[in-house]
T-cell receptor
């Protein structure tokens, strides 16, 4: 079946450091890929998405590129802020053309210190 | 436009009881999906409803059920609660056009504690 693997955490960075969170996937077909973020005590917020190979999703300084050849969707940000501290989830859509059933990675906690 | 709302935000129940959680999707969204989030198992898909019908189902026992109303609001029910049902239950809604179901937007969740 489909699966998403995220790098082990937690990750602690200093403010303005460069961020990379690795995500690889196993899937049949051509799933859409997503990054969601969860702040303490809240639900998930969509951070960015990509729907086909070589697409780059971007939002709030975060970027991720859909790499079909390496089955990866790594999240990057050039300069993190304390407010970026949260849990980050990589996910894929299980159903072609239907993003209503998502498979998630285990999530990684990011802490940014001033 | 208002986001996905879930009620109640917190619930405490005892083993053997049943519970009903409610979800109101974003206006115009007709697909509603439910997920369970636990520290051990992470985020797991429960089921999805569209046009008052269950369209997809995850790998959960029959104690977990749901329904959707004509206004797209959805409820999920868990009967005969077990300690392991303690979790954050997240609802997500999507816009649907023909065969395409678009990106999911999540609510804040209902935190269920089973004692």
């Amino acid at each position: 079946g489909n699966s998403v693997t995220q790098m082990e955490g937690p990750v602690t960075l200093s403010e303005e450091a460069f961020l990379t969170i690795n995500c690889t996937y196993t899937a049949t077909g051509y799933p859409s890929l997503f990054w969601y973020v969860q702040y303490p005590g809240e639900g998930l917020q969509l951070l960015l998405k990509a729907t086909k190979a070589d697409d780059k999703g971007s939002n709030k300084g975060f970027e991720a590129t859909y790499r079909k050849e390496t089955t990866s969707f790594h999240l990057e940000k050039g300069s993190v802020q304390v407010s970026d501290s949260a849990v980050y989830f990589c996910a894929l859509s299980d159903l072609a053309g239907a993003n209503s059933k998502l498979t998630f990675g285990k999530g990684i906690t990011l802490s940014v210190r001033p | 436009k208002a986001g996905v709302t879930q009620t109640p935000r917190y619930l405490i129940k005892t083993r053997g009881q049943q519970v009903t959680l409610s979800c109101s999707p974003i206006s115009g969204h007709r697909s509603v999906s439910w997920y369970q989030q636990t520290p051990g198992q992470g985020l797991q898909f429960l089921f999805e409803y569209f046009s008052e019908t269950q369209r997809n189902k995850g790998n959960f026992p029959g104690r977990f059920s749901g329904r959707q109303f004509s206004n797209s609001r959805s409820e999920m029910n868990v009967s005969t609660l077990e300690l392991g049902d303690s979790a954050l239950y997240l609802c997500a809604s999507s816009w649907v056009a023909g065969a395409h179901t678009d990106t999911q937007y999540f609510g804040p969740g209902t935190r269920l504690t089973v004692l």
